[in-house]
């Protein structure tokens, strides 16, 4: 067992740290837009905090994932689970933010890089 808690505590805090940057960061943008909207709602910004809570669950559950594979298996390396799981959360809550940026402000929406972010529908989220 103690082997286990090492091998976890030997995952990449980098990445970890990097995934929490960018929920953090999305929750502020997420509120601050939604002051500028004058839209602030406190059954939105529950659920999105359950919807970052189980996020952070799913990066440790990789994390467990990438040590038990690595103890079971026996590799003699960690495969990438929990780093990819960072990955995907990074770039998930960076296309948050950005349509929180594009709310916040609406001349931005016209910018190329905004231009990716566009709801397949036409419209912006809400």
């Known amino acids: 067992m ?8 030997q995952l990449d805090v980098t990445a970890f740290a990097f995934a929490m940057v960018f929920i953090a960061l999305d929750i502020v943008t997420g509120y601050a837009q939604a002051l500028a909207n004058k839209s602030l709602s406190s059954v939105k910004m529950r659920t999105g905090l359950w919807h970052k809570l189980a996020l952070v669950f799913a990066i440790i559950v990789a994390g467990l994932a990438d040590v038990a594979v690595a103890a079971e298996v026996g590799l003699g390396f960690q495969m990438p689970i929990f780093e990819a799981a960072c ?34 529908n036409g419209g912006d989220r809400q």
């Open 2 to 9: 103690k082997e286990l808690i090492e091998m976890f505590m």
């Open 87 to 120: 990955i995907y959360a990074c770039l998930m809550e960076l296309t948050s933010i950005l349509e929180n940026l594009k709310l916040m402000n609406p001349e931005l929406a016209n910018t190329k890089l905004m231009s990716l972010f566009d709801d397949v």
